[in-house]
């Protein structure tokens, strides 16, 4: 795996996600050795936090734009970037600086935090969402099958669960939005020790720092169930049987958000 650092006061022969952009890796061939990336800058720059993206860069990249344009995640002062230089690094920069803290303090916002019990009412699902969530999880180098490159961001923010104010995603009415998306994040991390650590244009990623017990994968899938239901319930209940088993070997965690993720 090839890592390249960027820097937003540098021209770079690459096309970064934004300014906080911080690593370009490329000729990845596993998802542990992204993990394993992520991990070394967390023990090097331990005051920073790290976000990367997963599957299809570009309509990730195209959907969190528009994400952003949620009237929730908008500044009141937006109308501000219009004096914007954005030929200026610094100066774009501390926009974007700008946006993403508030995006981060809408996100803590008791009124617009969501229960996360509520997804399922939030999109579609169907035993095709529940087995696709089994196939990603055996086979999780399945997220690089269309990019073989990753965007390491280094987000300034205060907590893990934050992180997705660096990358928002969730447009489609379809899908979880950004403050769904979120309330997924937060009850992965208190109830089940889950850090959310990349997103993509279908998919969010998460580990926890050992595999869960058989218990503990239980009432993980069981709480997936609540927000993933199935029109096929023996199914479904063999397919979480599956996933519970399988959990318990790996430490990672991969969850679609978007209408299609199944596709």
């Not at 998460?206 to 239980?218: M, S, Y």
């Amino acid at each position: 795996m090839q890592e390249d650092a960027i820097d937003f006061r540098n021209t770079s022969p690459f096309r970064p996600v934004n300014t906080f952009s911080h690593l370009r890796l490329s000729e990845v061939r596993s998802l542990a050795e992204v993990l394993a990336c992520l991990d070394a800058l967390q023990s090097r720059e331990p005051a920073h936090r790290f976000l990367c993206t997963l599957d299809d860069i570009d309509q990730c990249c195209y959907t969190s734009m528009h994400a952003r344009e949620d009237a929730r995640l908008t500044p009141d002062d937006d109308g501000a970037n219009e004096d914007v230089d954005y030929d200026d690094p610094v100066a774009l920069h501390a926009d974007e600086a700008r946006q993403l803290a508030h995006v981060a303090a809408q996100l803590d916002v008791p009124a617009l935090q969501q229960d996360w019990g509520t997804l399922a009412q939030a999109r579609l699902s169907s035993q095709e969402d529940v087995d696709a969530l089994l196939a990603m999880n055996r086979d999780p180098d399945q997220l690089l099958a269309h990019d073989d490159v990753v965007y390491v961001q280094r987000v300034p923010v205060a907590r893990d669960d934050l992180l997705i104010a660096g990358l928002p995603n969730g447009y489609f009415s379809a899908d979880w939005d950004v403050f769904q998306n979120h309330a997924l994040i937060r009850h992965l991390a208190t109830t089940h020790g889950y850090r959310f650590f990349g997103i993509g244009a279908s998919w969010r990623g998460f580990v926890r720092p050992q595999a869960p017990d058989e218990a503990q994968a239980r009432r993980l899938v069981d709480d997936l169930a609540r927000v993933y239901p199935s029109d096929d319930a023996a199914a479904a209940a063999e397919a979480w049987g599956a996933l519970a088993s399988l959990l318990t070997g790996c430490k990672t965690l991969l969850l679609g958000y978007t209408e299609n993720f199944a596709a």
